[in-house]
């Protein structure tokens, strides 16, 4: 979706309700960068400072992120959104993973009725992956399969919803997986083989019961 150039009055509010627009169709995805200052000025036919200015509000409403040298990200694909993920980052570790567990219990279930061939090959992928990392001790490649596994999942319930809201607390989502994988002892590891089993099968209660059982755990080591 192209960016129209903007000239009537107003134009701080116009410019943040066309950046606005190109995060909630999805043209910028969460994680994306957005085009520069400089090109968003050009884009809009508007000052840099007007652009400033709408950047630095919808980053104070949580849909952007400002990084100094890097430039700036989306950060959420709502303000409801980014609100939530700006609680879960000040809440303990503990809370985050009951935040998880809420969501990915009722993925799992969902997943498990409504999976489609192609989503149980992204499942497959990214369960491989991980198990590859966690055989060679690539943690960093083991957190980034783990969170893709579990993102899969979420992506087969095909509830437009949920699979948004866990997008908005990705990186909550993210390091808490990392945070999990540095308590985990050495060689143990919660096997997800089980989960996309039944997931595979059909089976919506074994389904979420696998996903209560390694999130429970997840809870008692990070009790420990």
Known sequence: MPLASTRRTGLVDQV?????TQIDSGEWDVGDRIPTESELSDQLEVGRN????AVR??????????RQGAGT???ASSELGGALRRRLERSRMRENLEVRRALEM??????AGRRS???LADIDRALALRDTAWRERDMSSFVEADFTFHRAVVNATHNPLLIELYDDIASVVYDSIAQSALIQAPQEDLDHRRLAD???AGDEGEALREAACYLDELLARADD
Request: charged share 30%; glycine share 2%.
């Open 16 to 20: 943040i309700s066309q950046l606005r």
């Open 73 to 75: 990200f989306v950060r």
């Open 198 to 200: 039944a997931i595979r």
């Open 57 to 66: 509000a919808l980053a104070h409403a949580g849909l952007l992120e400002i």
């Open 106 to 111: 009722e993925a799992a279930r969902l997943a």
């Open 50 to 53: 007007t652009v400033r200015e």
């Open 117 to 119: 061939d192609e989503d």
